[in-house]
């Protein structure tokens, strides 16, 4: 349980001239949930981006399972089965639900699709019952279930969230993340999530960091961090669920 | 327009008052555009000398129209209008759409499979030469070609203005291949559906990393530079002079349609001679390769490859992030429409006998884009309706003799095919914003779940 599946060293990226992350070190051990927590614009998506090489690195190492897939283009990434649920959902609008989910599935070429959209199913309700409507049409929190839905359909071995709890009801977000939990515990995914509901993400990790300005500042357990009273200032006071 | 739903409710008199000055506006407006264009036409008399002519009762003509158009529009056509969309709110939804609708495309192939033969009996063997040749297989060229580029803008959303150059592709492939090497069109019309496809490919090499607008314009320049190619490579395509004496199609090597051949269509059956059969034949091979064309796109939609076009069409960085190659993606789908260009090309050599790089102008290619547009992208019917709509209308025109009458005897219809193109797409694009067909039919059709999921292990364990 305790070998690393994904290790990201000194990894700067950049936007043109413009450096978003400035030397990051994190490692993700197999079966974990880790999470990443920091204040708007501190470079959290551009990580969850840099690992899916999009863009990519332009200095340090991005190791997946042993190999370095920084140079790696995204859709190989995505074929060592790391699935993301970016920042702003990127579902596909036009097509239905259920259209969407089957290329979730895409890595596989469907060949689980029957058993693993019944499992999607079973932990969002939801998209079963508007499985034949349009992605654009659903409600925020509706695509942003069929974005982790849509991740989930490509069995990964790494999943990683951009900010799952956007716009869901309080209701909602614990389901989310009692379900993240227990896919994890279960069938031991490993799960790297950034969150802005620091609590909620916090209480249920293994560890978390902590970035500031394309620099990780700060890391523990998660119940060291909530513990911590720079963290409480920062990210908790005001906010809690 | 705000004001448009008061306007029902006005009084009669006011509103006609009302029509009467947006008529009288209308054609002061017309009068100021058409007084040059229209009001004065400069020729040269037999001392090459310039001299302008007053059409002053043509300009007349001109204004009065669009006053009385106008006044007709917000006078009547309106209010009938809104009554009418009020009426349709006020029922409610039909569940069922109507026997004709739902079985559209069943009831359009038997009439196309029947077409020739209702031309025969209503016109006659000669006089249904130019129902079958002039309209049917001029129409049936621009479907497949529109449901060709189909494949590549409506499906995988990749804007290709220089479509022309494939189809130029299969007509120059067939023509030079008869040609030289003596090869039957069943043996080429597959090998220039390759070569097109080829080209395709290397078209999609180098703007893979091209969107939008830059892509438009690349592939624009594409068509272009084929077409110089044609015109400036004299040796091999006889420049602008163009390749004449293209062979005929045979009836699968079976019957010749040569007039000299021992094997004649006609003569084997003891039928007057008569080009028409030709042509008959030549309207099913179209609808036959139009057809197929239909087929495969339908086919492959339900693939994953076409599901994988849709989606790459909406979000390309989704798609990799799902594991998808997006350059293998592309260049399927620039090579797959081309493809289907170059059938069609082989077929309009073997039709015309004649091909020159005139017949591949950019403004072809605008025009299959435009009729894919208009069929709202993606949409197999609306597509095809489209097409009849601008090339059967266009055709028409040439028939509307009576338009002479109206506007003098030097008058000709055709030259204001493209005035009328242009007017009829302002008026859909504005009446359907989205195409005749405008809403993506989903692939999956989760009523017929149990049929679905069951052509997916199907494809999963394959
Ligand atoms: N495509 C881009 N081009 C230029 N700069 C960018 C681009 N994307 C992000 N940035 C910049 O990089 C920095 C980090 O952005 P990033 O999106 O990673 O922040 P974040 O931590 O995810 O913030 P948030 O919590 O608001 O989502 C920001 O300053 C942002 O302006
Ligand atoms: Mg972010």
């Not at chain 2, 407006?29 to 043509?58: A, D, K, M, P």
């Not at chain 2, 091209?210 to 400036?232: H, M, P, Q, S, W």
């Amino acid at each position: 349980m305790s070998d690393t599946l994904l290790s990201v060293q000194s990894v700067e990226t950049y936007y043109g001239n413009i450096r978003a992350l400035a030397g990051v070190n994190i490692d993700v051990k197999k079966g974990e949930i880790v999470s990443l927590i920091g204040a708007n614009g501190a470079g959290k998506s551009t990580l969850m981006m840099t690992i899916c090489g999009s863009p990519q690195a332009r200095a340090g190492t991005v190791t997946f399972d042993g190999e370095d897939i920084t140079r790696l283009p995204t859709h190989l990434i995505a074929r060592r089965r790391i699935a993301q649920s970016p920042e702003g959902r990127r579902i596909f609008p036009r097509m239905t639900v259920y259209e969407n989910l089957q290329m979730g599935a895409s890595l596989d070429n469907l060949k689980y699709f029957n058993e693993d959209v019944e499992k999607i199913y079973t932990l969002f309700p939801r998209l079963k019952e508007r499985q034949a409507q349009r992605g654009g049409t659903l409600s925020g929190g509706e695509q942003q279930m069929l974005s982790i839905g849509r991740a989930l359909m490509a069995r990964p071995k790494l999943l990683l969230l951009d900010e799952p709890s956007l716009g869901l009801a309080p209701l909602i977000v614990t389901q989310i993340f009692d379900a993240i939990k227990a896919l994890n515990q279960e069938q031991g995914l490993t799960v790297f999530l950034v969150e802005q509901n620091a609590f909620a993400a916090l209480k249920r990790s293994n560890r978390a960091y902590v970035m500031v300005n394309g620099q990780v500042t700060m890391s523990g357990s998660g119940k060291e961090l909530l513990a911590n009273p720079e963290v409480r200032a920062a990210y908790l006071e005001g906010g809690r669920h | 327009m705000a004001n448009m739903s008061n306007m029902s409710e006005r009084a009669g008199g006011s509103l006609t008052a009302w029509a009467l000055r947006e008529g009288f506006y209308a054609g002061a407006v017309s009068l100021g555009l058409f007084v040059l264009f229209v009001g004065l036409e400069t020729t040269q008399n037999i001392r090459n000398e310039l001299v302008l002519n007053r059409r002053l009762g043509l300009l007349g003509i001109f204004v009065i129209v669009a006053a009385v158009g106008r006044f007709l529009t917000v006078a009547y056509l309106r209010p009938w209008a809104a009554a009418r969309k009020a009426a349709a709110a006020a029922k409610p939804a039909e569940g069922e759409e109507g026997f004709s609708k739902r079985n559209f495309s069943k009831i359009a192939i038997v009439f196309l499979l029947l077409y020739p033969l209702i031309a025969i009996s209503i016109f006659g063997v000669q006089g249904s030469l130019k129902w079958v040749d002039n309209l049917g297989i001029q129409i049936l060229i621009y479907v497949m070609l529109a449901w060709g580029l189909n494949i590549v803008v409506g499906l995988a959303g990749l804007l290709d203005l220089g479509y022309v150059a494939f189809y130029a592709v299969g007509a120059y492939s067939y023509a030079l291949l008869s040609q030289h090497f003596g090869l039957s069109f069943w043996v080429l019309l597959p090998l220039a559906g390759i070569l097109a496809a080829f080209w395709g490919m290397i078209l999609g090499f180098p703007v893979l990393r091209l969107k939008g607008d830059y892509l438009a314009i690349v592939t624009l320049a594409f068509g272009e530079i084929i077409r110089l190619v044609l015109i400036n490579w004299t040796e091999v395509t006889k420049g602008t002079f163009g390749v004449s004496g293209i062979p005929k199609v045979s009836v699968f090597g079976i019957w010749s349609f040569d007039v000299s051949a021992a094997n004649n269509f006609a003569k084997a059956f003891g039928l007057p001679m008569s080009s028409a059969y030709y042509k008959i034949f030549l309207f099913y091979l179209i609808l036959a390769l139009a057809l197929l064309t239909a087929y495969v796109t339908i086919r492959l939609r339900r693939m994953p490859i076409g599901r994988t076009w849709e989606a790459m069409r909406e979000d390309e960085i989704a798609c990799r992030s799902l594991g998808i190659n997006t350059v293998t993606t592309k260049l399927t789908a620039f090579s797959i429409g081309a493809m289907f260009g170059g059938f069609a090309g082989s077929f309009f050599a073997v039709r015309q006998g004649f091909v020159s790089p005139e017949s591949f102008v950019f403004l072809e290619s605008a025009i299959i884009l435009a009729i894919v547009v208009l069929g709202g992208m993606g949409s197999l019917v609306g597509i095809a309706v489209a097409a009849v709509v601008m090339i059967g209308g266009t055709e028409l025109l040439r028939e509307m003799q009576f338009l002479k009458r109206v506007f003098g005897p030097d008058f000709t219809p055709e030259l204001y095919r493209m005035l009328i193109f242009g007017l009829a797409m302002v008026v859909v694009m504005v009446w359907k914003p989205r195409g005749f067909v405008g809403s993506r039919e989903p692939t999956a059709f989760l009523r017929e779940r149990k049929v679905v999921s069951g052509s997916f292990t199907k494809e999963g364990h394959g």
